[in-house]
């Protein structure tokens, strides 16, 4: 057979491509330098969009350890293990953001790093559904996270599309005082593909334990300590920790560590009062029945401060404890915002410490089983003392931080708004319709009632703005809170200012009602630069919420229904903000 020779490429474009070969290597090499920073936690400052592929890399003969693992390995040398959850990632951004700051509070409460997944499901794309799926891993919904939700839509509605979980908020930032890492890293520090990490959220107990930290020499695969779903809070109120007093004037018998039980002592004619006061089946008092059953027993002159510190003691002496917690804004407990502080009571017999029940377990990851956020207030537990109650308030407005490119496009879409209404105070709302109008839990029945209903307490959120225009000025009750003085120096709203409408309708017929009836949409304000600066996830309909999110904070005055996750964001990022606690409602 004739064998063909090969012909031998001439010594220009030989030379042509060593000269290219070299330019790459030294943008690579320039690339690794200016993109990780290995330092210690807290200051770690893992760039988000970094992933990590090589465990080491050979440099001159040696072997060194990849920087970005290495940088992982110094936050999680800092605790005692991992903490992991079952994630619920068929839920929609602003669920998930409320479960992952409650799982950032386990970890720190257990000094633990805590694992968070390392994606989400972006639910609707703005275009057409090949469009965003050119840019991230398009998939069935339903078939990723096991749940038969949504099979009766048409396919193309079914779909979803995973992004990192970094899109969503700046871990980097999150990173700078909290041990947290994502489930492909800790995969990747054991040696494990990140392939296996599960589509629906849920830990692998089996395929999550099969590698070695790459870091120890034990050469023993990580062991599993598991939280049964059950065992978390049935029959008891779970708080944070028990504090040495409580423990002291409770009597706590250590059984083993730090697990314990209380002593039995004979109820009190008050205790038995408060009892009675329950409702049915509830495990905790509010304030209000507290300050009726236990009030008439103290002076009226006494300030508030001294009276609730005399309270308290009464309890005390009478086997209960006063709690710290959220009362949610206008009392809903769906919106999960830090916003509004309050205050419970509860038998001191009922209270069991995540720290006491869990803190001592040595095995390497300590698993929660299943789901707590429903029914639960913010951080899935109560707080023992005012003070570990504003650390996570601390921790849900100021450590879980919006991206910078999330920030600053809402920045230029407020001076946008504002300049359509003459440089005044602009207003906003959350309109929910796409599966509350499915599930009928929208505010009124049709499209048109529904935009009236808010017109309507718009035009109040004006009044209102008239009379906080003349001061003073209010904050949330938040640490750091310092008022937003925007309030004292622009106008008032005008009868006919347009005002801003952030919703998931996206029914043509009803977008062109909302404009016809002075309403501005957010495709209105952006413009084709600010979808270049921003990137291609913004044509992904979860993080472009997220960019209403941080407009809406902006508004003078903001109203939304109280029954979505998405406004309890919006009032967060308000508190935060230092708006005055009267210029949102939050209608039940």
Request: proline residues 4%.
């Amino acid at each position: 057979m004739k064998r063909h020779s090969r012909p031998c490429p001439s010594v220009p474009v030989f030379i042509g491509a060593l000269i290219m070969f070299s330019v790459l290597a030294s943008l690579a090499r320039k690339m690794l330098r200016t993109t990780s920073h290995p330092v210690p936690f807290v200051h770690t400052t893992l760039n988000d969009s970094q992933s990590l592929s090589n465990i080491t890399s050979e440099q001159g003969g040696s072997l060194e350890v990849d920087p970005e693992l290495d940088a992982l390995r110094h936050i999680v040398s800092q605790t005692k293990g991992f903490y992991a959850r079952d994630y619920s990632l068929w839920l929609g951004w602003n669920n998930m953001r409320y479960i992952i700051e409650a799982a950032v509070l386990h970890g720190r409460i257990l000094n633990r790093t805590t694992i968070i997944p390392s994606y989400v499901y972006a639910r609707a794309c703005e275009f057409d559904n090949s469009v965003c799926a050119a840019y991230a891993t398009m998939v069935n919904r339903g078939d990723a996270t096991s749940t038969d939700e949504w099979r009766q839509l048409p396919l193309e509605k079914q779909m979803a599309w995973r992004i990192p979980v970094s899109l969503m908020f700046n871990l980097t930032h999150l990173r700078e005082t909290h041990a947290v890492i994502t489930v492909s890293e800790y995969l990747r520090l054991h040696n494990i593909s990140a392939d296996v990490e599960t589509t629906n959220g849920r830990w692998d107990t089996d395929l999550y334990h099969r590698g070695v930290n790459i870091f120890s020499d034990s050469g023993v695969e990580p062991s599993l300590y598991v939280i049964k779903n059950e065992l978390y809070d049935a029959d008891i109120v779970r708080v944070d920790q028990l504090p040495q007093t409580m423990r002291e004037r409770g009597r706590w018998n250590v059984t083993h560590g730090q697990v314990g039980s209380w002593t039995i002592t004979e109820e009190t004619l008050l205790s038995k009062a408060l009892h009675d006061a329950m409702s049915s089946r509830a495990s905790v008092l509010d304030w209000d029945t507290v300050l009726i059953v236990v009030g008439d027993r103290h002076d009226q002159n006494e300030t508030e401060s001294s009276s609730t510190s005399s309270i308290a003691n009464t309890l005390e002496e009478n086997g209960w404890e006063v709690l710290y917690t959220y009362g949610g804004a206008c009392g809903s407990e769906a919106a999960k915002d830090v916003a509004v502080p309050i205050r419970q009571a509860a038998p001191r017999n009922l209270l069991r410490g995540l720290y006491e029940d869990f803190g001592l377990i040595e095995q390497d990851v300590l698993l929660l089983e299943g789901e707590v956020h429903l029914g639960r207030k913010p951080g899935a537990l109560k707080f023992s003392t005012l003070e570990s109650r504003e650390r996570y308030t601390q921790i849900v407005l100021h450590n879980f931080r919006l991206t910078d490119n999330v920030v600053e496009l809402a920045d230029l879409l407020s001076n946008r708004m504002a300049e359509k209404v003459g440089g005044r105070m602009w207003m906003g709302a959350h309109m929910r319709r796409g599966d509350f109008a499915t599930l009928n839990w929208t505010m009124e029945p049709s499209f048109e009632a529904h935009l009236a209903r808010i017109k309507r307490h718009l035009r109040d959120g004006r009044d209102i703005l008239h009379f906080v225009h003349r001061g003073p000025l209010y904050t949330y009750k938040v640490p750091l809170g310092q008022a937003d003085r925007t309030p004292l120096l622009l106008d008032p709203p005008a009868d006919h200012d347009q005002f801003y409408i952030a919703t998931d309708e996206r029914d043509l017929t009803n977008l062109t009602y909302l404009r016809n009836q002075g309403a501005v949409l957010i495709s209105d304000l952006l413009t084709t630069d600010d979808r270049r600066t921003f990137g291609w996830s913004l044509m992904l309909t979860d993080v472009l919420s997220v960019v209403e999110q941080a407009t809406l904070a902006h508004a003078a005055y903001f109203y939304a229904h109280a029954h979505s996750s998405v406004a309890g964001g919006v009032v967060n990022l308000r508190a935060s903000h230092g708006a005055d606690p009267r210029t949102a409602l939050l209608e039940t």
